[in-house]
């Protein structure tokens, strides 16, 4: 009975974000809620965002050798917390993108670190229910950017490391370069947004997100050595 109860709340979140994002053709965020930002610059494969506050729901860490298992795995954490499994019962609305921050493992053979986030939408923020084994996660307004290479298609194990390569070879020789190992002191930590339902065959649109919060006053990444 367990196995069919996380079967139907994985239909119903996937119906859910099929009509939430259906019109991923003309701009992921056109018909559900996502985190706002300015773009401050766009360069040959990749642009570069500063976000506003917004709040984040996160898993605790999810150990897999597998990015789409363990983010399915977080799904139906997060799928469970809007749909009222949280300490205030509440349902809350989707939104986009389901954010999966990634620490890979040393061997092709290890498992990788996986925390998956559900963005918080406005009318939640200023008191996001709790719940267990999910914590919050804040970023405060203009403090966090975010270097981004979308692409398309459907996520896959191999094609996320091929295109976090060619967005850190996109920032080589830009004055944000020190972006790719400007978040946690680390070289390794990256994070794939998606903004399709599994169900949507054309037009999908997902990104590699680099982040860093140390920027000074020209926009540009300060070294952390």
């Known amino acids: ?11 119903l979140y996937v119906l859910l974000l099929v009509g939430a994002v259906a019109a991923a053709v003309v701009g992921p965020c056109s018909r559900i809620e996502c985190p706002s930002y300015d773009v ?18 996160s898993t605790s860490t999810i150990q897999d050798i597998s990015f789409v298992n363990g983010t399915k795995t977080g ?7 809007i749909q009222g499994k949280n300490d205030y019962k509440q349902k809350i609305e989707m939104t986009a993108p389901v954010l999966t921050r990634i620490t890979p493992s040393d061997g092709p053979f290890c498992e990788s670190s996986f925390v998956i986030s559900f963005y918080v939408p ?10 267990e084994g999910l914590h919050v996660e804040k970023w405060k307004k203009n403090e ?6 979308q692409f398309g298609g459907f996520v896959t194990d191999s094609n ?8 850190q070879a996109s920032l080589a020789g830009t004055k944000w370069s020190g972006i790719v190992n400007n978040f946690n002191g680390t070289t390794s930590v990256y994070n ?12 999908r649109v997902n990104e590699i997100w680099f982040l860093t919060s ?10 952390s050595v």
């Open 1 to 11: 009975m367990a196995g069919q109860g996380q079967g139907l709340a994985l239909l």
């Open 40 to 57: 401050v610059e766009q360069g040959n494969g990749y642009e570069i965002r500063r976000y506003d506050s917004s709040v984040w729901i």
């Open 75 to 81: 799904f139906l954490q997060l799928f469970n917390y």
């Open 122 to 131: 406005k009318d939640n923020q200023a008191n996001p229910p709790p719940a």
């Open 144 to 149: 966090l950017y975010v270097a981004v290479r």
């Open 160 to 167: 996320i490391v091929e295109e976090a390569a060619a967005l």
């Open 192 to 203: 794939v947004a998606q903004y399709n339902s599994p169900f949507e065959f054309q037009d």
């Open 214 to 223: 140390n920027v000074d006053d020209d926009d540009r990444v300060k070294s």
